[in-house]
């Protein structure tokens, strides 16, 4: 039987026991760390337990079936021990980090934790869309999921939620920050090295990169996206290569569905792909630019660098598809054409249709109503001088 050892990301060096006061203290319910309802109350006890639980289903034969991919002869008895770090709280996660010691190797992998009714519905939600998009497309944007499973806990009272999935080693989570100068800067919340600010030449490249993956992830022909995301919740992680590369992931897919319903039989012409394009790239140009200040402060608004990578993003992410053959290079050219083809009136026209559909009580709205006059002519302007 392998041992298990249970640590909070403040200190990965002492071991949480029984005998420590956080043992039978309850989860705080988001990363501001307020308290959780009664009714969502779970304590750091249950939460280690329901993992241990978790893992040991079935004699650890589930928690090595990824781990056999490489390293085929592996079983139960080759498990020398077994860590699960508790990274953070979220309003619908508290993740941790699982590290499992096989003879000379050790593994890790990522625990998503949902403890809430609606941590156990999205939860179920994005275990689907991240295997059907996994499936689906020929692209590695976005983490592999292994293994989902449900622990009862408090007596039978209360459920956890718990799926396993790809370790992204050395990405770390990022926001726009105040820098000292008085600045707004994008901060990298590096865990290895301490927080450090992304270099000013490296923020266009970062935009791109997370507009090229949502755009690779678009159906042309179901309207299918990605979507709600936000940057405020960290759903981007970025690392940067010790050959100064940037490489960017998505590490949560909340949803996979059809933004708008055209009605236009089985097929859709190609008047209403541009337009349902259109919208997309629109929409991504908005909330490309929202974020909170440092993961839980105020909403903030990106400034106009973002704009740009959008766009570079956007049609390097077309060009990533035609490669595949999941969108032809014909019909690229053609949306070039269409949306320069469009006034600055247009562009604002569509983006208040974007509004309106937003939920009325989403926070980023008045943000946004604050920004869009500016934000439409920047990128009325980007189109107009080829800016892609």
């Not at 280690?48 to 034969?61: M, Q, V, W």
């Not at 499936?135 to 009862?152: Q, R, S």
């Not at 439409?376 to 892609?388: F, M, N, Q, T």
């Amino acid at each position: 039987m392998p041992s298990f050892q249970f640590f909070i990301a403040a200190d990965v060096i002492t071991p949480v026991t029984p005998n420590d006061a956080i043992w039978q203290t309850c989860l705080p319910c988001n990363r501001n760390q307020a308290d959780n309802s009664p009714d969502d109350a779970v304590t750091y006890c249950e939460y280690f337990e329901a993992i241990r639980l978790f893992l040991k289903k079935n004699s650890f034969r589930n928690l090595l079936a990824p781990i056999a991919t490489q390293y085929s002869s592996v079983m139960p008895d080759d498990i020398n021990a077994i860590r699960i770090i508790q990274e953070k709280h979220g309003a619908f996660y508290h993740p941790a980090r699982l590290e499992v010691d096989i003879k000379t190797q050790c593994y890790r992998f990522a625990l998503n934790v949902a403890i809430s009714d609606a941590g156990l519905n999205s939860i179920n939600q994005e275990y689907a869309a991240l295997r059907y998009l996994n499936l689906t497309f020929p692209f590695h944007f976005l983490p592999e999921v292994y293994l989902k499973g449900k622990i009862a806990v408090n007596n039978g009272k209360k459920s956890i939620g718990i799926v396993m999935a790809e370790w992204l080693d050395g990405y770390d989570e990022f926001h726009l920050s105040h820098k000292p100068n008085g600045k707004s800067g994008i901060v990298v919340w590096d865990q290895k090295q301490g927080a450090w600010f992304l270099p000013e030449d490296r923020i266009l490249e970062l935009y791109t990169k997370a507009a090229e993956i949502l755009t690779c992830y678009y159906n042309i022909d179901t309207f299918e996206q990605i979507f709600p995301w936000h940057h405020g919740a960290g759903d981007f992680i970025l690392k940067a290569g010790h050959d100064d590369r940037l490489t960017v992931k998505l590490i949560t897919v909340r949803q996979y569905t059809a933004m708008l319903d055209f009605d236009d039989g089985n097929q859709k012409s190609d008047e209403i792909q541009m337009e349902a394009l259109l919208l997309f790239l629109l929409n991504l140009s908005i909330r490309m630019r929202l974020d909170r200040i440092d993961g839980v402060g105020d909403i903030a608004w990106a400034n106009d660098t973002a704009v740009e990578g959008v766009l570079k993003g956007f049609f390097s992410g077309l060009a990533l598809k035609s490669v595949v053959n999941q969108v032809t290079d014909s019909f690229i050219l053609q949306f070039h054409k269409y949306l320069a083809s469009q006034t600055e009136s247009d562009l604002y026209e569509s983006a208040i249709a974007i509004i309106s559909a937003y939920h009325p009580q989403v926070p980023d709205i008045p943000v946004i109503q604050r920004n869009l006059d500016s934000h439409i002519r920047v990128l009325y302007k980007s189109v107009s001088c080829g800016g892609r």
